[in-house]
């Protein structure tokens, strides 16, 4: 409870104590920490385990690039895996618990494989677990995988939701540390739109964790002054907790705002927002990582980085350990000794790489200047290091500097190569970066604060000028610039324990030489052999290192051997952050049709057709079985009438004095002659000569005709029009537009239909056979005066019409349709139905339409017109596809009448094997019809048209069913279509 | 050497410091019998076949990067055979039998994993297509097994049954399908190849084709000419401009599809899982992270990399389909090019111009048929005829009118 | 990405639908000797090239446009955008 390892000072709220709990253990901490900052005040120094040998690990750095310290936070549908306890905002009644351990965390069973480590060298199991073959899935793999991972899912849905959210600014600064906060000061005051992104919850990055001044202020002062100001500026969008993730293109980045994180609860509102940021320019200011030195045991809790120790100190007021060593190959590590000794943490030695004089006496500390660590001891938890030339020294922290790396991976997510840079020993953003990003401060290479300040001012001010900002004054805010000499060190050779590079993935030295050895040398190889970089903190303390080792082994420079380059996102993000409110029932629009509410009312079953929601049966007191259902509205509409809802066809509105030979060239059969007042049916086909759409074409006017098109390709077909229109014939008079949703159609199908309708269409109107016969089609008025169209069209194979009114009335004259065919018994007939009478008729629809198909196939050849220019023409006349032997569509019926029929049935010769070889067409749909009382289908096979009377096996292995099927003509129903012109 | 458990125990215990380079770092020779233009999986396989089935062996594979630094090493590592067409269905399903025996046979632990392959629907259209495709599989000697509702619920009780948007009705499964590790496939093909004889040759982009009298003799490269009975072009991606430096215009385009793996997970996702109502599939890797994709971007690129609304899109399919994965984060995505053909399925042929071959077309279908690829390009190199499975798999089959057209797409590449 | 419409400024790419190669509009003539040859070429084979290309895309979600855009396949830059109404006119297309 006492928080031990807690001292003096830091930007933490003393007054708000909080409490949380690790592994069930309670612990307190303060507003301000994170849960690796209060974990370290209470002195809890194993947090983890890695990945592949199950070493104990305890926290290494302060911020995202933590590789060891994960946790699973919070419980049940809320439990976030591999969640970093370096960058997780301390709240009241915070609970974690650790990861990837069988047993307790002190006790892991699985910490055997540590022991097992020599046989499980870099790629072994690319080597064994091939005899016996069977054992591989039996056996190895299952044992593989089930220590894989690191944290777990809780099966259940994520409770929590998810924003999305769009930003449009002149300047994107991306980082509010020193060179952050100065570029957007700098492009703030000078007007521009400014937002300012800062994955820490608090602005001002380095300067909260130094002891540096700016101007006359404490760096921590300075940034919260900064931070007011440019909060005051109505054109600057302050957004901390907001980690920019990604760089797209034409200045478009990704940011992912963390909402209710760093609370007990999200109380329903949006766990996190997904910004989409549109920015004229942004500057990267995204700071340095430090990159740690591999020695032996340098992976044993208490070694950390020697910037996250000072951090943790001055920005938390909690110290890592009571006598802390210091191990640098740089002036920074020394920082963190002088910065701890200034608190009256003891300094047990430094130890500096480099041969050159100390830079300061550390009261009480060793001093070795060409020093190495080469093992450390303490499996828990250091306890002593031990040093090249023998000596060893009792210490509870080891801070380990082997200098800074910019952060350049936003400048990496376009491709672009960083290049190395010799004076800093590390690699700087490349020349080619995405358009309208510049860099500014560490993560340019400019790693003192001086510099940072001096460049993120210059950035800030050119990123104005170029967005048509002119700036008053540009004096960037002075600091001193630090010392920053770095050597280029990267192991410690002596060291004959096992040295980690990467923590998290258990890659080591060693690893890497015999990687290098067995010739998988390029880095990137280097990576997928030994998975060096593919953990959760994708390799952001462990590439650099790693590819100064493998330039060493084979003899190169480091830019020889190569560089590896950071894809997005900078840090790991939610899934569901980015599916946003499209989830569940909201995954996708829902489209209703105008009766809708009217089936709900009638209790109808719907169906999914794309994105509408159709009614596919009306089920009535008594019905059990669906089929029940569709007999009867099938049977009901062919005795009497029936009413179906086809709002969902897609209408095409096409106007102008050359419509009529638009359409004859968008359709395969001629159009031109089209008389008005008359409806044509019409195939359309795709410029590759398959069928691609097919409906009814309705002339009103001599300028002004109504199409309609299947439900499925509304959408499609209409573009494919206006790319006609605008590429193909652009000085032809003819305009279109989608007028899908403006009318609601019905159709009237049945021998009664025409009754039916006499009582609805006002009286003006004629519909007798002889005025309004079969194909035609005209406006009318209904109901006393709404206006509609009616044309006379089938597909039910019954006399049929199809009504149209303006959507608003559709309900209304679905409702006066069923009240007025009373006197009738009409019936309401879903899609069901309407697929039965369609098969029963012999109508291709979807099944038969797929896009694989000819006109000639779907026995619609001869209605291709070879006089004029249309659409498909030509390239439907490839020898291919009119080969003797080719599919047409026919019927089916099963010779025992008694079977059903599948879909998707292969048809073989009797006799014949099930064989690719043999297979001879398939079944395209199927239904039961209850006119016949027996199934029928419909399907493709080959010179089926000559065919007519034989018998084939419809094989339908999936189902393990085999149905001895007669072909027959595909209309089962009045073949001569007397019905539809009665 | 041999791999075996028996040689890692013994290098274990000495140290692990007798491990022999993988392949040779080879000088390229002034000619060859063979050149394959590209190091990916499918180039790799060719040479391998070459050397093991018909023992041509004077044979150098020339890549421009490293080895399988394409597509081979930045797929989703998926391997299946259930397609439709005849065109198809028995080259993969011919793949699929390679699989099966692959790390035997080239000595390499490439972790074929046959955990499945379910594809869902959500429709009865879409059953009644997957009806005809499982049969077409069954026909040509492949698995495939038909599930209603309540088999998915059994095989995947995590996905969304209750409050979906499009309810899963049913899945046509493919239990010998699954993953196994790209890179180690390619690296077993490489290693295979290097101990035969072939000269891999890394760096060594090729920059132009020598053509006399209308035969190809040789190669323009990087590291200099280099003379050659035959060249074998394999370049997936990079197809269009490669063979535009022969004069040829092909029925390809290149797009990006995007990738994505999430952070390390506790094993929770059994096979492969695809959704029927959007573009999102899904396996788990043996290291515990969730492998994903889904539709390409759409446009014509080179560029290695993608978009945001692709991300979202593929995000939201799945979530919508398994809901749990909502709190596990992605941690990385990227993008490969892939040489997306006009009716979706590839070629192996020759072409136009005598001596020279083209492998490419695989849209982004390319991994699983790495073992048949190369088994039919080499068959194709060492016989000059087409093997049995890839008789229809030829470049002239547009104008023809013969199109391999799975999803009836037509010819807009970036819709198959 | 973002496609700046000639008409309309600039407009994020996810409101367009992408076809292809602009040469598309290049739709032979039918009658000609060598049409099959023609249509063909037209509809199958493609450039494909490695930096500038000219595309057509489709404003679906917007005034239902079809542009030409000129952009690079390498890195994503577009130099260019025309209606390509305007660009199949100028290329002698009528009706």
């Given at each position: 409870?006492?928080?031990?390892?807690?001292?003096?000072?830091?930007?933490?709220?003393?007054?708000?104590?909080?409490?949380?709990?690790?592994?069930?253990?309670?612990?307190?901490?303060?507003?301000?920490d994170?849960?690796?900052?209060?974990?370290?005040?209470?002195?809890?120094?194993?947090?983890?385990?890695?990945?592949?040998?199950?070493?104990?690990?305890?926290?290494?750095?302060?911020?995202?690039?933590?590789?060891?310290?994960?946790?699973?936070?919070?419980?049940?549908?809320?439990?976030?895996?591999?969640?970093?306890?370096?960058?997780?905002?301390?709240?009241?009644?915070?609970?974690?618990?650790?990861?990837n351990?069988?047993?307790?965390?002190?006790?892991?069973?699985?910490?055997?494989n540590?022991?097992?480590?020599?046989?499980?060298s870099?790629?072994?199991?690319?080597?064994?677990?091939?005899?016996p073959?069977?054992?591989?899935?039996?056996?190895?793999?299952?044992?593989?995988?089930?220590?894989?991972?690191?944290?777990?899912?809780?099966?259940?849905?994520?409770?929590?939701?998810?924003?999305?959210?769009?930003?449009?600014?002149?300047?994107?600064?991306?980082?509010?540390?020193?060179?952050?906060?100065?570029?957007?000061?700098?492009?703030?005051?000078?007007?521009?739109r400014?937002?300012?992104?800062?994955?820490?919850?608090?602005?001002?990055?380095?300067?909260?964790?130094?002891?540096?001044?700016?101007?006359?202020?404490?760096?921590?002062?300075?940034?919260?002054q900064?931070?007011?100001?440019?909060?005051?500026l109505?054109?600057?969008?302050?957004?901390?907790?907001?980690?920019?993730?990604?760089?797209?293109?034409?200045?478009?980045?990704?940011?992912?705002?963390?909402?209710?994180?760093?609370?007990?609860?999200?109380?329903?509102?949006?766990?996190?927002?997904?910004?989409?940021?549109?920015?004229?320019r942004?500057?990267?200011?995204?700071?340095?990582?430090?990159?740690?030195?591999?020695?032996?045991?340098?992976?044993?809790?208490?070694?950390?980085l020697?910037?996250?120790?000072?951090?943790?100190?001055?920005?938390?007021?909690?110290?890592?350990?009571?006598?802390?060593?210091?191990?640098?190959?740089?002036?920074d590590?020394?920082?963190?000794?002088?910065?701890?000794?200034?608190?009256?943490?003891?300094?047990?030695?430094?130890?500096?790489?480099?041969?050159?004089?100390?830079?300061?006496?550390?009261?009480?500390?060793?001093?070795?200047?060409?020093?190495?660590?080469?093992?450390?001891?303490?499996?828990?938890?250091?306890?002593?290091?031990?040093?090249?030339?023998?000596?060893?020294?009792?210490?509870?922290?080891?801070?380990?500097?082997?200098?800074?790396?910019?952060?350049?991976?936003?400048?990496?997510?376009?491709r672009?190569?960083?290049?190395?840079?010799?004076?800093?020993?590390?690699?700087i953003?490349?020349?080619?970066?995405?358009?309208?990003?510049?860099?500014?401060?560490?993560?340019?290479?400019?790693?003192s604060?001086?510099?940072?300040?001096?460049?993120?001012t210059?950035?800030?001010?050119?990123?104005?000028?170029?967005?048509?900002?002119?700036?008053?004054?540009?004096?960037?805010?002075?600091?001193?610039?630090?010392?920053?000499?770095?050597?280029?060190?990267?192991?410690?050779?002596?060291?004959?324990?096992?040295?980690?590079?990467?923590?998290?993935?258990?890659?080591?030295?060693?690893?890497?030489?015999?990687?290098?050895?067995?010739?998988?040398?390029?880095?990137?190889?280097?990576?997928?052999?030994?998975?060096?970089?593919?953990?959760?903190?994708?390799?952001?303390?462990?590439?650099?290192?790693?590819?100064?080792?493998?330039?060493?082994?084979?003899?190169?420079?480091?830019?020889?051997?190569?560089?590896?380059?950071?894809?997005?996102?900078?840090?790991?993000?939610?899934?569901?952050?980015?599916?946003?409110?499209?989830?569940?029932?909201?995954?996708?629009?829902?489209?209703?049709?105008?009766?809708?509410?009217?089936?709900?009312?009638?209790?109808?079953?719907?169906?999914?057709?794309?994105?509408?929601?159709?009614?596919?049966?009306?089920?009535?007191?008594?019905?059990?079985?669906?089929?029940?259902?569709?007999?009867?509205?099938?049977?009901?509409?062919?005795?009497?009438?029936?009413?179906?809802?086809?709002?969902?066809?897609?209408?095409?509105?096409?106007?102008?004095?050359?419509?009529?030979?638009f359409?004859?060239?968008?359709?395969?059969?001629?159009?031109?002659?089209?008389?008005?007042?008359?409806?044509?049916?019409?195939?359309?086909?795709?410029e590759?000569?398959?069928?691609?759409?097919?409906?009814?074409?309705?002339?009103?006017?001599?300028?002004?005709?109504?199409?309609?098109?299947?439900?499925?390709?509304?959408?499609g077909?209409?573009?494919?029009?206006?790319?006609?229109?605008?590429?193909?014939?652009p000085?032809?008079?003819?305009?279109?537009?989608?007028?899908?949703?403006?009318?609601?159609?019905?159709?009237?199908a049945?021998?009664?239909?025409?009754?039916?309708?006499?009582k609805?269409?006002?009286?003006?109107?004629?519909?007798?056979?002889?005025?309004?016969?079969?194909?035609?089609?005209?406006?009318?008025?209904?109901?006393?005066?709404?206006?509609?169209?009616?044309?006379?069209?089938?597909?039910?194979?019954?006399?049929?019409?199809?009504?149209?009114?303006?959507?608003?009335?559709?309900?209304?004259?679905?409702?006066?349709?069923?009240?007025?065919?009373?006197?009738?018994?009409?019936?309401?007939?879903?899609?069901?139905?309407?697929?039965?009478?369609?098969?029963?008729?012999?109508?291709?629809?979807?099944?038969?339409?797929?896009?694989?198909?000819?006109?000639?196939?779907?026995?619609?050849?001869?209605?291709?017109?070879?006089?004029?220019?249309?659409?498909?023409?030509i390239?439907?006349?490839?020898?291919?596809?009119?080969?003797?032997?080719?599919?047409?569509?026919?019927?089916?019926?099963?010779?025992?009448?008694?079977?059903?029929?599948?879909?998707?049935?292969?048809?073989?010769?009797?006799?014949?094997?099930?064989?690719?070889?043999?297979d001879?067409?398939?079944?395209?749909?199927?239904?039961?019809?209850?006119?016949?009382?027996?199934?029928?289908?419909?399907?493709?096979?080959?010179?089926?048209?000559?065919?007519?009377?034989?018998?084939?096996?419809?094989?339908?292995?999936?189902?393990?069913?085999?149905?001895?099927?007669?072909?027959?003509?595909?209309?089962?129903?009045?073949?001569e279509?007397?019905?539809?012109?009665? | 050497?041999?791999?075996?458990?028996?040689?890692?125990?013994?290098?274990?215990?000495?140290?692990?410091?007798?491990?022999?380079?993988?392949?040779?770092?080879?000088?390229?020779?002034?000619?060859?019998?063979?050149?394959?233009?590209?190091?990916?999986?499918?180039?790799?396989?060719?040479?391998?076949?070459?050397?093991?089935?018909?023992?041509?062996?004077?044979?150098?594979?020339?890549?421009?990067?490293?080895?399988?630094?394409?597509?081979?090493?930045?797929?989703?590592?998926?391997?299946?055979?259930?397609?439709?067409?005849?065109?198809?269905?028995?080259?993969?399903?011919?793949?699929?039998?390679?699989?099966?025996?692959?790390?035997?046979?080239?000595?390499?632990?490439?972790?074929?994993?046959?955990?499945?392959?379910?594809?869902?629907?959500?429709?009865?259209?879409?059953?009644?297509?997957?009806?005809?495709?499982?049969?077409?599989?069954?026909?040509?000697?492949?698995?495939?097994?038909?599930?209603?509702?309540?088999?998915?619920?059994?095989?995947?009780?995590?996905?969304?049954?209750?409050?979906?948007?499009?309810?899963?009705?049913?899945?046509?499964?493919?239990?010998?399908?699954?993953?196994?590790?790209?890179?180690?496939?390619?690296?077993?093909?490489?290693?295979?190849?290097?101990?035969?004889?072939?000269?891999l040759?890394?760096?060594?982009?090729?920059?132009g084709?020598?053509?006399?009298?209308?035969?190809?003799?040789?190669?323009?490269?990087?590291?200099?000419?280099?003379?050659?009975?035959?060249?074998?072009?394999?370049?997936?991606?990079?197809?269009?401009?490669?063979?535009?430096?022969?004069?040829?215009?092909?029925?390809?385009?290149?797009?990006?599809?995007?990738a994505?793996?999430?952070?390390?997970?506790?094993?929770?996702?059994?096979?492969?899982?695809?959704?029927?109502?959007?573009?999102?599939?899904?396996?788990?890797?043996?290291?515990?992270?969730?492998?994903?994709?889904?539709?390409?971007?759409?446009?014509?690129?080179?560029?290695?990399?993608?978009?945001?609304?692709?991300?979202?899109?593929?995000?939201?399919?799945?979530?919508?389909?398994?809901?749990?994965?909502?709190?596990?984060?992605?941690?990385?995505?990227?993008?490969?090019?892939?040489?997306?053909?006009?009716?979706?399925?590839?070629?192996?042929?020759?072409?136009?111009?005598?001596?020279?071959?083209?492998?490419?077309?695989?849209?982004?279908?390319?991994?699983?048929?790495?073992?048949?690829?190369?088994?039919?390009?080499?068959?194709?190199?060492?016989k000059?005829?087409?093997?049995?499975?890839?008789?229809?798999?030829?470049l002239?089959?547009?104008?023809?009118?013969?199109?391999?057209?799975?999803?009836?797409?037509?010819?807009?590449?970036?819709l198959? | 990405?973002i496609?700046?419409?000639?008409?309309?400024?600039?407009?994020?790419?996810?409101e367009?639908?992408?076809?292809?190669?602009?040469?598309?509009?290049?739709?032979?003539?039918?009658?000609?000797d060598?049409?099959?040859?023609?249509?063909?070429?037209?509809?199958?084979?493609?450039?494909?090239?490695?930096?500038?290309?000219?595309?057509l895309?489709?404003?679906?979600?917007?005034?239902?446009?079809?542009?030409?855009?000129?952009?690079?396949?390498?890195?994503?830059?577009?130099?260019?955008?025309?209606?390509?109404?305007?660009?199949?006119?100028?290329?002698?297309?009528?009706?």
């Amino acid at each position: 409870m006492s928080q031990p390892y807690r001292i003096v000072g830091g930007l933490v709220g003393r007054e708000n104590l909080v409490s949380f709990r690790f592994n069930g253990k309670r612990f307190q901490g303060y507003r301000g920490d994170t849960l690796a900052a209060a974990l370290i005040a209470n002195g809890q120094r194993l947090v983890g385990r890695s990945f592949k040998y199950h070493r104990p690990r305890g926290i290494f750095s302060a911020g995202s690039e933590e590789p060891n310290a994960m946790v699973q936070l919070r419980h049940g549908a809320h439990l976030e895996p591999n969640t970093r306890a370096t960058v997780t905002e301390l709240y009241n009644g915070l609970e974690a618990t650790s990861q990837n351990h069988r047993g307790s965390l002190e006790f892991d069973l699985m910490a055997v494989n540590d022991l097992l480590s020599p046989f499980l060298s870099a790629g072994f199991y690319y080597k064994t677990f091939m005899w016996p073959k069977s054992f591989w899935e039996k056996v190895y793999e299952p044992a593989i995988r089930a220590s894989a991972g690191l944290g777990r899912l809780s099966g259940e849905e994520d409770p929590d939701s998810y924003d999305k959210g769009f930003l449009h600014c002149d300047v994107l600064v991306i980082g509010s540390g020193p060179a952050g906060l100065a570029a957007a000061l700098a492009a703030g005051r000078a007007g521009a739109r400014v937002i300012l992104a800062d994955e820490d919850f608090l602005l001002g990055g380095r300067l909260n964790a130094e002891t540096l001044a700016v101007e006359d202020m404490s760096g921590a002062g300075w940034a919260a002054q900064t931070a007011q100001e440019l909060a005051g500026l109505p054109n600057v969008r302050m957004m901390p907790r907001t980690t920019v993730y990604g760089a797209y293109d034409h200045g478009i980045y990704g940011a992912l705002e963390r909402r209710t994180d760093h609370l007990a609860t999200s109380a329903g509102k949006p766990r996190q927002v997904l910004w989409r940021i549109y920015s004229k320019r942004a500057i990267l200011c995204a700071g340095a990582t430090e990159r740690p030195i591999a020695f032996g045991n340098n992976d044993r809790p208490g070694v950390m980085l020697a910037g996250s120790v000072r951090a943790y100190v001055n920005r938390w007021g909690a110290t890592p350990g009571r006598r802390v060593a210091v191990f640098t190959s740089n002036d920074d590590g020394w920082r963190t000794a002088q910065d701890l000794s200034a608190k009256g943490i003891e300094i047990t030695a430094v130890i500096d790489s480099r041969d050159k004089p100390a830079l300061a006496s550390v009261p009480g500390a060793a001093i070795v200047m060409g020093g190495r660590v080469i093992d450390v001891a303490g499996r828990k938890g250091v306890t002593a290091i031990k040093l090249a030339k023998g000596q060893t020294i009792e210490t509870d922290c080891l801070a380990v500097s082997g200098g800074w790396n910019p952060n350049v991976h936003l400048t990496c997510h376009q491709r672009s190569f960083p290049k190395w840079r010799d004076d800093i020993a590390a690699f700087i953003p490349g020349d080619e970066m995405p358009v309208g990003l510049t860099v500014a401060g560490a993560a340019n290479g400019a790693l003192s604060l001086g510099a940072a300040l001096i460049q993120g001012t210059e950035a800030g001010h050119i990123a104005a000028t170029d967005t048509g900002h002119t700036a008053t004054s540009i004096t960037p805010p002075w600091a001193e610039d630090e010392p920053r000499d770095t050597a280029a060190f990267w192991h410690v050779g002596e060291s004959k324990a096992r040295a980690w590079l990467d923590l998290q993935n258990d890659v080591t030295v060693k690893d890497v030489r015999q990687a290098g050895e067995e010739g998988f040398r390029s880095v990137e190889h280097l990576k997928r052999y030994t998975t060096l970089g593919m953990a959760t903190d994708q390799g952001k303390t462990a590439n650099v290192g790693a590819l100064a080792i493998m330039a060493e082994a084979t003899g190169k420079s480091i830019p020889e051997t190569g560089t590896t380059i950071f894809r997005p996102p900078y840090t790991p993000v939610a899934i569901g952050a980015f599916a946003g409110r499209s989830r569940g029932k909201a995954f996708r629009p829902t489209r209703l049709t105008p009766s809708h509410k009217w089936a709900e009312e009638q209790k109808a079953v719907f169906v999914d057709a794309g994105m509408w929601l159709r009614a596919q049966w009306f089920p009535r007191a008594g019905e059990t079985h669906w089929r029940q259902s569709v007999d009867r509205e099938v049977l009901q509409t062919r005795a009497s009438v029936g009413v179906c809802d086809v709002t969902t066809l897609g209408k095409i509105d096409v106007q102008g004095r050359d419509a009529a030979e638009f359409l004859n060239r968008v359709y395969a059969n001629g159009f031109a002659k089209l008389p008005v007042g008359k409806v044509r049916y019409g195939l359309m086909l795709r410029e590759d000569g398959m069928a691609m759409d097919d409906g009814t074409t309705a002339r009103l006017s001599e300028t002004h005709f109504v199409m309609t098109t299947t439900t499925a390709n509304a959408v499609g077909v209409f573009r494919h029009m206006e790319f006609c229109r605008q590429c193909l014939w652009p000085g032809m008079d003819v305009h279109l537009i989608s007028v899908t949703e403006q009318w609601a159609q019905i159709a009237v199908a049945g021998p009664n239909s025409r009754a039916l309708l006499q009582k609805i269409v006002d009286d003006s109107h004629d519909l007798s056979n002889e005025a309004f016969p079969f194909m035609a089609c005209g406006e009318v008025t209904l109901c006393g005066g709404v206006p509609g169209r009616l044309f006379r069209i089938s597909f039910s194979g019954e006399l049929a019409y199809e009504v149209a009114v303006p959507a608003r009335y559709g309900d209304a004259l679905m409702r006066a349709l069923m009240k007025a065919g009373e006197a009738y018994d009409v019936v309401a007939y879903g899609t069901e139905a309407l697929g039965v009478m369609r098969v029963e008729k012999g109508h291709a629809a979807g099944n038969e339409l797929i896009g694989q198909t000819t006109a000639r196939d779907l026995g619609m050849g001869r209605m291709v017109s070879k006089k004029k220019d249309s659409i498909g023409s030509i390239l439907s006349e490839r020898d291919a596809l009119n080969r003797e032997d080719g599919l047409a569509l026919v019927g089916f019926v099963p010779v025992d009448r008694s079977e059903g029929l599948n879909s998707g049935a292969h048809f073989v010769s009797p006799g014949k094997e099930v064989t690719t070889e043999n297979d001879e067409g398939w079944m395209t749909s199927v239904a039961f019809s209850p006119s016949l009382g027996h199934s029928i289908g419909l399907g493709f096979i080959k010179r089926g048209a000559s065919r007519i009377g034989e018998t084939v096996i419809a094989a339908d292995p999936v189902r393990d069913r085999k149905v001895e099927v007669e072909i027959v003509s595909p209309h089962f129903i009045d073949p001569e279509g007397e019905r539809l012109r009665a | 050497m041999k791999y075996s458990g028996w040689k890692v125990l013994r290098q274990a215990l000495g140290g692990n410091k007798g491990w022999e380079p993988v392949w040779r770092d080879p000088a390229p020779k002034p000619a060859y019998d063979i050149i394959v233009v590209g190091g990916g999986g499918h180039g790799l396989a060719t040479a391998y076949y070459l050397a093991k089935e018909y023992g041509l062996t004077n044979v150098a594979v020339l890549e421009k990067s490293w080895l399988a630094s394409g597509n081979a090493g930045r797929n989703t590592t998926i391997i299946r055979s259930n397609y439709l067409l005849p065109g198809n269905e028995p080259f993969y399903e011919l793949s699929m039998k390679l699989w099966e025996n692959l790390e035997q046979d080239f000595n390499y632990n490439a972790m074929v994993s046959q955990r499945g392959v379910v594809n869902l629907y959500h429709s009865d259209p879409q059953r009644d297509a997957f009806a005809r495709r499982g049969n077409a599989m069954h026909m040509a000697g492949a698995d495939a097994v038909l599930l209603d509702e309540q088999g998915i619920r059994e095989l995947c009780p995590f996905l969304d049954f209750d409050n979906a948007r499009f309810p899963v009705k049913g899945g046509l499964w493919q239990p010998r399908g699954g993953t196994a590790r790209h890179d180690a496939v390619a690296w077993g093909y490489a290693r295979g190849a290097d101990q035969r004889g072939v000269d891999l040759i890394q760096n060594c982009e090729v920059t132009g084709f020598q053509v006399k009298n209308g035969r190809c003799i040789g190669v323009e490269t990087a590291r200099g000419p280099i003379a050659a009975k035959k060249v074998a072009v394999c370049v997936a991606g990079s197809s269009g401009r490669v063979m535009a430096q022969a004069g040829l215009r092909l029925p390809i385009e290149s797009h990006v599809l995007q990738a994505f793996v999430s952070e390390g997970l506790k094993p929770i996702i059994p096979g492969v899982v695809t959704f029927g109502a959007g573009h999102f599939y899904i396996s788990q890797s043996d290291k515990g992270g969730l492998v994903f994709g889904g539709d390409i971007d759409g446009y014509n690129t080179y560029a290695q990399r993608g978009n945001l609304p692709v991300v979202e899109d593929v995000c939201e399919s799945g979530m919508a389909l398994m809901p749990m994965i909502g709190r596990a984060r992605l941690l990385r995505m990227w993008g490969g090019v892939m040489d997306m053909s006009m009716d979706g399925s590839p070629f192996i042929d020759k072409t136009s111009v005598d001596g020279l071959y083209f492998n490419g077309g695989w849209c982004y279908g390319g991994f699983k048929a790495t073992p048949a690829s190369g088994w039919c390009y080499a068959h194709l190199l060492a016989k000059d005829e087409p093997h049995p499975v890839a008789t229809e798999l030829r470049l002239d089959r547009f104008k023809r009118g013969h199109m391999i057209d799975e999803k009836g797409a037509g010819a807009q590449p970036n819709l198959h | 990405m973002i496609i700046n419409h000639p008409l309309l400024g600039p407009r994020d790419a996810a409101e367009f639908v992408y076809l292809g190669d602009a040469s598309l509009i290049d739709r032979p003539d039918w009658q000609s000797d060598t049409a099959a040859d023609d249509f063909y070429e037209y509809q199958y084979l493609r450039d494909n090239p490695a930096g500038e290309t000219r595309e057509l895309w489709f404003h679906e979600q917007g005034d239902r446009s079809w542009l030409v855009v000129t952009r690079n396949t390498l890195t994503h830059e577009i130099t260019k955008v025309e209606l390509a109404r305007d660009v199949a006119l100028a290329a002698g297309r009528d009706r």
